[in-house]
């Protein structure tokens, strides 16, 4: 007599949830590679052929060599799985870098079947775990897509309230772990330590030896873009003595202009001819008082905005480290979305890559 299989059967819940997931892949991309489907599902690639081979005999696709297409003529495969009940996005902020976000959020949770429910706070909140109570408290809520305020002492309890909350989450340009033991949170963020190193590799490449850092708030994302651009000055030889690095206070701040003031004496003093500044506002005052003051940007000043929300839109239009916001939230809602599906599933944690635009106020030195 044969002993009894331990494998999964691909025919039970967990084939039929990898199979909606293949088909959602194939109704979003049009196509679905093997390889890739192993990656993103984390399956066998003798699993995921049995897959494509259950959904042609079911008419839902097509085979080809190493992957799957639609099905002759063009139709599509059948919608994602209809969700119900609302998904609960918690933001720091309802204006700049957030709205894109929550729109391709809200988006994706409506092509899903879900409604949104939409809360922002602050930078300055201390714990959110009474906005997330209230949420759940108005009911019918499938899961959330947080970011929370990672650097107050509430942080850990409000990551525990949400791993105690029993509903599923997805972090959003966040990163944390569970306690005692570190295991990291499902996650989607923006690799904002490359968008420091493109940054400053296109400066070096433009002839600047000399370059400053301009940082206009402590944040998880100010950490990273500071260790992005201090590995890019080790790799391109630049030391400590010829940067500047700078932490801004808050434009609201009323020292705001003098701080924008003393960056630029500091800058013009050190010899400094270019800056990387967080975030586009910040990079628009400096620019304004470099012009007024009759230096010429880029000529004496390149100025590179990281985050790229309003820069095209200033004279000159500056060059800008782009975070992929909206890829953010469709990757975070699909997240949740596969999490809902299937609770069982490995932890997920993505990273995706910015963009470098380059404009007008970045050239060679003078």
């Known amino acids: ?44 690639a003798v699993t995921l052929r049995r897959d494509l081979q259950q959904l042609e005999a079911d008419g839902l696709l097509t085979r ?20 119900s009940g609302r ?40 714990d959110e775990r009474p906005v997330l109570a209230r949420m759940l408290e108005a009911g019918d809520v499938a899961g959330l897509v947080v970011a929370p305020n990672t650097d107050t002492e509430f942080a850990p309890d409000v990551i525990a309230w949400l791993e105690q909350s029993g509903v599923p989450f997805v972090l959003a340009e966040r990163e944390a772990a569970r306690r005692p033991l570190g295991t990291p949170l499902e996650s989607v963020a923006t690799d904002h330590a490359l968008g420091a190193i493109l940054a400053a590799r ?10 400053g850092l301009l940082i206009s708030r402590s944040s998880p994302t100010s950490r990273k873009i500071i260790a992005g651009w201090t590995a890019a000055c080790r ?14 206070p808050d434009r609201g701040d009323a020292a705001f202009s003098r701080a924008v003031e003393a960056v630029l004496d500091a ?22 008082l470099a012009l007024a003051r009759g230096l010429a940007v880029p000529g004496d000043l390149s100025v590179i905005a990281y985050d790229d929300e309003y820069a095209e839109l200033f004279t000159p239009a500056l060059t800008g480290v782009a975070p992929p916001r909206a ?7 699909d997240l949740l979305a596969a999490r809902i599906a299937d609770p069982a599933r490995p932890v997920h944690r993505l990273t995706i890559s910015p963009e470098l635009n380059v404009r007008d106020s970045t050239g060679e030195p003078g």
């Open 1 to 44: 007599m044969p002993a009894p299989s331990h494998a999964p059967d691909p025919s039970g819940p967990l084939g039929a949830s990898r199979r909606d997931r293949i088909l959602d892949a194939l109704a979003r991309d049009g196509e679905v590679r093997v390889s890739q489907l192993a990656a993103d599902l984390g399956a066998a």
């Open 64 to 83: 080809v060599h190493g992957g799957a297409v639609p099905p002759a003529g063009g139709v599509a495969a059948r919608p994602a799985t209809r969700g």
């Open 87 to 126: 998904i609960g996005v918690l933001v720091p902020s309802l204006d700049f870098y957030w709205p894109d976000i929550v729109r391709s959020i809200e988006s994706a949770a409506r092509d899903r079947g879900y409604a949104m429910l939409l809360r922002g706070t602050s930078y300055d909140m201390q």
């Open 202 to 211: 296109h400066l070096a490449a433009l002839g600047h030896r000399k370059v």
């Open 235 to 248: 790799e391109l030889g630049l030391t400590p003595d010829d940067h500047v690095e700078r932490i801004l």
């Open 267 to 288: 800058v013009l003093a050190a010899g400094v001819t270019a800056l990387l500044v967080h975030s586009d506002r910040e990079a628009m005052a400096l620019v304004d």
């Open 327 to 333: 890829a953010i939230g469709r990757a975070a809602l």
